[in-house]
């Protein structure tokens, strides 16, 4: 394995709402230099819907020496929308890859799931609708990999006019990318039991279409049984019908970080027998999943969080007194696994620092069914439509430190 990495979220955008409350480039600067310190990283996907926001996240991480996956990710935005942010961080990609970063641009992610124009749908609750539907899905699959396929095209122009290294894009199966354009093969890919006799097959189908492929996410939730349920893992929480907010759990779940450790660890082991080139866990933290020790169990949102630290509300963690979270069983998996050989992979800072194919049978209609469940989660979690409180969607102004999105699942 190439590059050894993980999510960062910068914050999202949705309707001029912003989500990631209390982000804080003090912050964000020390959790960079943990995830390459002590989880050692060589590579951060830097996620989010705000362009000042990754590009000031983007250029922190590459002051570190690690290699910078600059992902604006766009949320129910129209094609020109999606052209125009992408035009955007395409020029902020450039002017850090010019200035000595390894950056490789991920022209969006999931787009026929999360924005307008691929599937029939004015949202993307009604797009999860249709496809949790197998006879709807068969109606209209081979559609979305045309509009999908036709608007990457112009895409990758727009972007490749603007920035000279490497592009890829965040697929989801369904949409039957092509992937000439691009350098490198991207797919968000996550086994649960349903798939797990085929997931090997999968990965090795990937690979053999000849380019380097990146698993631009994968990861499970911390309560007894998520790893079986793969992308499911946000299905136990109960959200606010109006703010979007996460309230509770639907129910008492038993806290598994042993499970959600060896989850990764068996992931990235297959990832790398199969000869993935570059691999991103899901997510460094959930901040609006926190914690809760005390009082009712339906209360600790934490189980249901993909992020590999706990988020504390009200206290300080014990292993970095300085931050409002602790490290799980799984940072430590992920230290383990990226520590060996770190030093031969990592890349030295740079100057900045010093002045799917799907997978094969019936694999597709399992994964299809997955990412309708794990992309209701995040419809459910976006911010409630308001005035944005830092930067146009096209980032026409840089944000100020002290706002900012929290990343959905």
């Known amino acids: 394995m190439r590059a050894k990495g993980i999510s960062y979220d910068t914050g999202f955008v949705y309707k001029g709402a912003i989500g990631h409350e209390n982000f804080d480039a003090e912050v964000v600067g020390r959790e960079l230099r943990i995830i390459r310190d002590d989880l050692h990283c060589t590579a951060v996907r830097v996620m989010g819907g705000d362009p000042g926001r990754i590009e000031l996240v983007a250029a922190l991480a590459a002051d570190l020496g690690l290699e910078v996956w600059f992902s604006p990710y766009p949320l129910e935005l129209t094609a020109d929308e999606m052209l125009s942010l992408f035009a955007d961080c395409a020029e902020r990609a450039e002017r850090l890859r010019r200035r000595g970063a390894e950056v490789v641009f991920v022209a969006g992610a999931e787009l026929s799931l999360m924005n307008q124009g691929f599937l029939p749908g004015h949202s993307t609750d009604e797009r999860l609708e249709l496809l949790s539907r197998p006879d709807r899905v068969r109606e209209h699959i081979g559609q979305v990999s045309t509009r999908v396929n036709d608007f990457l095209a112009k895409a990758v122009s727009v972007v490749r006019e603007r920035f000279g290294g490497r592009v890829t894009y965040a697929s989801v199966p369904l949409e039957g990318v092509d992937w000439a354009p691009f350098d490198i093969v991207s797919v968000d890919l ?62 008492e779940y038993a806290r598994d970080e042993a499970g959600q450790a060896a989850y990764l660890r068996e992931l990235l082991e297959a990832f790398d027998a199969g000869g993935i080139d570059s691999t991103f866990v899901f997510t460094f933290a959930l901040y609006d999943h926190p914690h809760r020790p005390d009082g009712d169990p339906r209360d600790d949102l934490d189980l249901a969080s993909y992020g590999i630290v706990k988020v504390y509300e009200d206290r300080r963690g014990a292993t970095y007194p300085d931050l409002p979270w602790e490290p799980k069983a799984a940072f430590a998996a992920l230290a383990g696994y990226y520590g060996k050989n770190w030093r031969a992979s990592r890349r030295e800072p740079s100057d900045l620092a010093r002045g799917l194919p799907g997978l094969p049978g019936r694999g597709i209609a399992s994964l299809i069914r997955l990412l309708c469940s794990k992309r209701a989660g995040l419809v459910r979690r976006l911010p409630q439509p308001r005035e944005a409180r830092s930067c146009s969607l096209q980032g026409v102004e840089e944000s100020p430190a002290g706002t900012g999105p929290r990343r959905p699942t």
């Open 190 to 251: 996550y086994r649960s039991a349903e798939i797990a006799d085929r997931f090997a097959d999968g990965i090795r189908g990937l690979v053999a279409q000849g380019k380097p492929v990146a698993i631009t996410e994968f990861g499970s939730a911390g309560y007894q049984g998520a790893g079986d349920r793969g992308a499911l893992g946000l299905e136990i929480v109960e959200y606010d019908a109006v703010t979007r907010a996460p309230v509770r759990l639907t129910g």
